[in-house]
């Protein structure tokens, strides 16, 4: 019936084909970007190293441990030394003394008149070699009170 002339449905089909094939666009450039991102975040070179998580947890474990110590050990170590304090625990996660995860108790009299943040950065500055080695990934949870407030 339309031969010869314009359709006159035609120009509104063809605007929601387009609308249609914006938004099918968008989404494959969505998922495209999302995975992109997934695959960054699992394949980074952890900090200090450029042979990837194995060799930095090798060494991690037994270079710089030394002398059969832990990284707890060497954490408990530094801590105590920096603050200038005895009372000081610190665990691996999972009941793993060599785990990358650690927790840390400490009481000290430098946490006198600070606010949490503050003590908190200071048990991280004692830590920081650690950390940047990647000897110890993350501190799980963080307790830094004066003895007062035990």
């Known amino acids: ?13 063809q605007r929601k084909q387009a609308i249609v094939l914006l938004i099918y666009m968008r989404s494959i450039l969505f998922v495209v970007v999302m995975f992109a991102a997934a695959a960054r975040a699992f394949t980074t070179v952890p900090r200090g190293s ?13 270079a710089e441990a030394g002398e059969g110590k832990t990284v707890v050990d060497i954490c408990t170590e530094k ?7 005895d009372d000081v625990k610190v665990t691996g996660a999972y009941d793993d003394p060599n785990g990358s995860h650690i927790t840390v108790e400490v009481y ?3 946490f006198e008149g600070k606010r949490l943040v503050q003590r ?13 080695s990647n000897a110890v990934h993350a501190v799980d949870s963080m307790g830094c009170k004066t003895p007062s407030e035990k």
């Open 50 to 62: 450029a042979s990837g998580r194995f060799g930095v947890l090798a060494r991690s474990m037994t």
């Open 108 to 110: 000290s009299d430098a």
């Open 1 to 13: 019936p339309y031969l010869g002339t314009a359709c006159p449905v035609a120009p509104q089909q």
């Open 120 to 132: 908190q950065q200071l048990v991280y500055k004692a830590l920081w070699e650690e950390l940047d």
């Open 79 to 85: 801590i105590s030394a920096a603050l200038g304090t």
